[in-house]
């Protein structure tokens, strides 16, 4: 099936409003705050009673705090509907026509949301600050591999200042971690780390890259190109840059997303190799190197209960 030719390819899905879309599939929303930018929903993809699924309308992003997971409109119909990505593709092709469903208008909502609500990225200096390096310590990760690829970057939201380690990519946004947040400054894109060579890896976040670094200290860096997705979502982005490779490595996310959008890359060719066999108990590569590839094993306490243990 050649996906390019689709009504509704990726990149449009992705771009697809996620009020309106959740809207046609049936979701009311339950509650609206921050000046009509915060929706609040019962969950479409679980049973609740209380709503703590959130769409934030600047962002186009939802979050499920019960499942503890989020991302675009395709990260979701993808759980919604528990399917495969070319799935997916026939299903939206079947089941609506382009002027169906809006497309988000990030615009009209900015305004609303104020200036104070945005994430302005105030000054990026070289990694210092201990509990940076400490969270480091925490991800398995060296801060001599860190060093290398991301910056201290301090960055304002509605007045406050926060400060994390920041990976860039190729249109100047920021991704940004700390052991408490998780952010992203605008413009989103993918990262490519490329020097012409034959073969690419595929990460979904700058952690897993991170730890590929710290798995393969004395690799040549020419020898291999790399990129994060930054989000598997972005992943139609790569391909572009992936077509100039003749061997593709996947280390993508054992979730929902990152399963799917692996099926999807092995279906477009055999340039395609699945490396999450490594990590195939675990989340991703970052939580096996943590673990160091050891399953924590429930044990019998001595009220009965089941607890785990390394």
């Known amino acids: 099936?050649?996906?390019?030719?689709?009504?509704?390819?990726?990149?449009?899905?992705?771009?697809?409003?996620?009020?309106?879309?959740?809207?046609?599939?049936?979701?009311?929303?339950?509650?609206?705050?921050?000046?009509?930018?915060?929706?609040?929903?019962?969950?479409?993809?679980?049973?609740?009673?209380?709503?703590?699924?959130h769409v934030d309308r600047t962002a186009n992003e939802?979050?499920?705090?019960?499942?503890?997971?989020?991302?675009?409109?395709?990260?979701?119909?993808?759980r919604y509907h528990g399917c495969s990505v070319s799935q997916l593709l026939d299903r939206m092709?079947?089941?609506f026509s382009p002027d169906q469903l809006y497309l988000h208008e990030?615009?009209?909502?900015?305004?609303?949301?104020?200036?104070?609500?945005k994430l302005l990225v105030k000054e990026v200096l070289p990694l210092y600050a201990y509990p940076l390096k400490n969270y480091l310590h925490e991800r398995?990760?060296?801060?001599?591999?860190?060093?290398?690829?991301?910056?201290?970057?301090?960055?304002?939201?509605?007045?406050?200042?926060y400060y994390g380690i920041g990976f860039q990519n190729d249109s100047g946004g920021w991704e940004i971690r700390n052991?408490?947040?998780k952010q992203s400054s605008a413009p989103k894109d993918i990262t490519c780390l490329g020097s012409g060579a034959a073969s690419a890896h595929v990460f979904e976040g700058f952690m897993d890259f991170l730890s590929y670094q710290a798995l393969h200290p004395y690799e040549d860096p020419r020898t291999v190109d790399f990129v994060v997705l930054n989000g598997a979502g972005l992943f139609d982005r790569a391909l572009p840059f992936l077509e100039q490779h003749s061997r593709v490595h996947l280390w993508l996310d054992r979730?929902?997303?990152?399963?799917?959008?692996?099926?999807?890359?092995?279906?477009?060719?055999?340039?395609?190799?699945?490396?999450?066999?490594?990590?195939?108990?675990?989340?991703?590569?970052?939580?096996?190197?943590?673990?160091?590839g050891e399953v924590k094993k429930p044990v019998l306490r001595l009220g009965g209960g089941l607890r785990s243990t390394g």
């Not at 009504?7 to 009020?19: A, G, K, N, Q, W």
């Not at 939802?62 to 993808?78: C, I, Q, R, S, T």
Request: aromatic residues 14%; negative net charge.
């Open 140 to 161: 398995s990760i060296p801060v001599s591999v860190a060093d290398s690829f991301c910056k201290e970057v301090s960055y304002e939201i509605g007045g406050r200042t």
């Open 255 to 292: 979730d929902v997303t990152g399963l799917a959008y692996r099926d999807y890359a092995l279906s477009l060719g055999d340039r395609f190799r699945d490396e999450s066999g490594l990590y195939g108990k675990f989340k991703d590569l970052n939580d096996w190197l943590r673990n160091k």
């Open 93 to 95: 092709n079947l089941s």
């Open 62 to 78: 939802w979050y499920d705090f019960g499942l503890m997971a989020g991302g675009n409109p395709v990260d979701f119909l993808l």
């Open 1 to 53: 099936m050649d996906f390019t030719n689709e009504v509704f390819s990726l990149s449009r899905i992705r771009e697809l409003d996620l009020t309106y879309l959740l809207e046609m599939l049936g979701h009311d929303v339950v509650s609206r705050k921050k000046n009509d930018t915060d929706y609040w929903y019962l969950s479409p993809l679980r049973n609740e009673r209380t709503a703590s699924f």
């Open 106 to 117: 990030p615009e009209l909502h900015e305004g609303r949301a104020g200036i104070d609500s």
């Open 179 to 181: 052991k408490n947040f």
